[in-house]
């Protein structure tokens, strides 16, 4: 089905994130200042701009405040490694080096903010305010020594932010977005286009594809070699000992079942429930009359869209009887789903309509039994694992080799191919512990314990790094089979649409081939679920009566734009859409602006960096 997205732009400040950026940067629990105070022998900046420096604090600062943005936005921690793969550590250096550029600016112009500035900025800042509301001095120093900054550093820093804010707004602020280029941009935004598509199907073709030969596949193999050769890959050896590997070994008694069991009866006897929607009225009035029109024939469906309400706002899910109060016993009653009301609810008069009934469920001490020994067997044997942690550490700093962990610690020991980046890894190579410890194992490292999401503990060594190599034939033909079935079938699917699309062409109908699919109107942003974006960039480019063969991944369909329909240039959404384009279009020009004249600061103050410098701030995070 096709969808249609319409995300109206925000409005952002202009200048105002330079001084946010630097608070933030300074004041958050975190941010910085912990074990960050010594690089290189001393060194207190990674480079200048004409006199300005930018010190090594305020860059570790900076890194740091990005690794906890993008940690706290992946759901998982984020070394300084993996940043510096995404590019963070050069955006960072590029934004100070744009900061120091302008404060030179200032500082050759003269331009600087006044005392009371300054003060006027701390005080209102929420981060120093005390219990009772206001300005608090002690609440200020805390605030500071937490971040391991003395007040005249901030202060000076605070100054010079304020100094960049007013340089800034000079140079990036007052630009207006030209008409013409609004009304391009809204035009081109705001236009809807309608179009009839046809997606084939094998079932679509006159004859079924045939079966290939043992000739075709190894044909096939030999042809398509690049798609068939296995990665380059780390061989490692691991030593392994995992929670199911010695669960059966951990004793359980009955008594501590039974008692398990007890703690939990309400996962095992369950009574009988109903999954209910409750549509309340303001009042009891208001609820008969809904109730007749119901019994009238009208949809509960029309009921629930006339209160404004969506059938998610008022499902009460799978509930008992008590929890219905008053109108459990009615709604318990009814041996089938239907509706009852008006009844009373915590939120006033209601109708409830009961869509299924759950039977009541019992599962015994005996039938529960096996699945909690299991439960706790496995934690005993978590726990036993994670008292062995320590002696295997200690004989793998002793020397101790991985075979002989296995013999000592009853471990596993086995070896496999690691490829960093595969799409489904198994075994071993499917817990992200491993994984992680294996992408960073480089020849020479020792084995460590590794300490696996369920509990299991695990150890690696690099044996060699394996080139790539094709797959034999006898090894990969179940992947050339289904490779060249695929390209079988999308082959002949594509010299089916465009005989389709001739015959269209020559008069006739669309639909006489099939089950086409007619979207009405979709903006730019829209997509189709299961097509390429080809049909979309297609879509915008066609004239109307125009048709084209679309093709991609599993896809095959013969698409015909039907109608262009322009932007609306009247109303109420088309005035929001046209503000929102015009503030983005002055956003840029400012932004543009700005670097512009950062960049030209940098050239003419002239940059200097220290590299060895910033590798040590670097190492810092290692």
């Given at each position: ?156 820093d605070l100054r010079a932010d304020l100094t960049r804010q007013l340089l800034t707004g ?451 995070f290692n």
């Amino acid at each position: 089905m096709a969808k249609d997205h319409e995300d109206t732009p925000r409005k952002k400040g202009k200048g105002s994130q330079i001084i946010v950026y630097g608070l933030m940067a300074m004041l958050v629990a975190g941010l910085g200042g912990f074990g960050i105070t010594n690089f290189s022998g001393g060194a207190t900046a990674i480079g200048r701009v004409g006199e300005r420096e930018i010190t090594t604090t305020k860059y570790a600062r900076a890194l740091q405040s990005e690794l906890q943005a993008m940690t706290a936005q992946f759901g998982t921690n984020i070394t300084l490694s993996q940043a510096q793969q995404l590019g963070v550590d050069r955006r960072v250096l590029a934004g100070l080096v744009s900061q120091a550029a302008l404060d030179n600016a200032a500082a050759q112009a003269g331009l600087s903010v006044g005392d009371q500035a300054v003060a006027d900025q701390i005080v209102k800042t929420p981060a120093f305010q005390g219990t009772a509301g206001g300005f608090d001095r002690e609440t200020y120093r805390f605030a500071l020594d937490r971040a391991n900054l003395t007040q005249s550093e901030f202060e000076a820093d605070l100054r010079a932010d304020l100094t960049r804010q007013l340089l800034t707004g000079a140079v990036a602020g007052g630009f207006a977005a030209p008409d013409a280029a609004v009304d391009s941009f809204y035009n081109w935004v705001a236009e809807r286009r309608g179009f009839s598509l046809l997606q084939l199907t094998e079932g679509d073709l006159a004859s079924p594809l045939p079966a290939p030969t043992e000739d075709d596949l190894k044909a096939y193999h030999e042809a398509n070699i690049a798609r068939f050769t296995a990665p380059e890959a780390k061989r490692i050896t691991y030593v392994a000992l995992l929670p199911d590997d010695i669960a059966g070994d951990q004793t359980v008694e009955d008594e501590t079942l039974r008692r398990l069991y007890d703690e939990r009866i309400d996962e095992f006897v369950q009574p009988e429930k109903r999954l209910v929607e409750r549509l309340v009225y303001p009042s009891q009035a208001e609820a008969e009359a809904a109730k007749a029109r119901l019994d009238a024939g009208e949809s509960f469906e029309t009921l629930v869209a006339d209160r404004d309400l969506t059938l998610d706002d008022i499902d009460l899910g799978d509930v008992a009887e008590g929890d219905l109060g008053a109108a459990g016993a009615a709604i318990f009653a009814l041996e089938g789903p239907g509706v009852v009301g008006p009844l009373d609810s915590d939120f006033g008069p209601a109708l409830f309509r009961m869509n299924a009934i759950l039977a009541a469920q019992e599962v015994s001490f005996d039938e529960a039994k096996p699945d909690l020994a299991v439960e706790i067997q496995t934690d005993a044997a978590r726990r036993a694992i994670a008292d062995k942690v320590d002696a295997i550490d200690d004989s793998l700093a002793g020397g101790a080799t991985l075979e002989d962990l296995a013999k000592e610690q009853g471990m596993t020991l086995a070896t496999l191919d690691f490829v960093a980046d595969d799409d489904s890894p198994e075994g071993m190579a499917a817990y992200p512990k491993f994984r992680e410890a294996a992408t960073a194992l480089a020849e020479g490292d020792f084995p460590e314990a590794v300490l696996l999401d369920d509990g299991g503990v695990v150890a690696l060594r690099l044996e060699e790094i394996v080139p790539p190599a094709p797959i034999p034939f006898e090894t990969a033909r179940p992947a050339v089979e289904t490779a060249w079935q695929a390209d079988a079938l999308a082959k002949s699917l594509a010299e089916r649409a465009i005989e389709i699309k001739a015959a269209v062409e020559g008069g006739q109908s669309l639909g006489a081939f099939g089950i086409v699919e007619r979207t009405a109107q979709i903006a730019r942003e829209g997509f189709v679920e299961g097509a390429p974006p080809a049909l979309m960039e297609a879509v915008f480019v066609m004239s109307p009566g125009e048709l084209r063969v679309i093709e991609g991944p599993g896809f095959t369909g013969v698409l015909r734009l039907d109608e262009i329909t322009a932007a609306e240039t009247e109303g109420e959404d088309a005035q929001t859409m046209r503000e929102a384009l015009a503030l983005q279009i002055e956003q840029a020009i400012s932004q543009d602006a700005l670097a512009i004249f950062s960049d030209a600061m940098t050239k003419d103050a002239g940059l200097v960096l220290d590299q060895a410098v910033i590798n040590a701030v670097h190492a810092n995070f290692n």
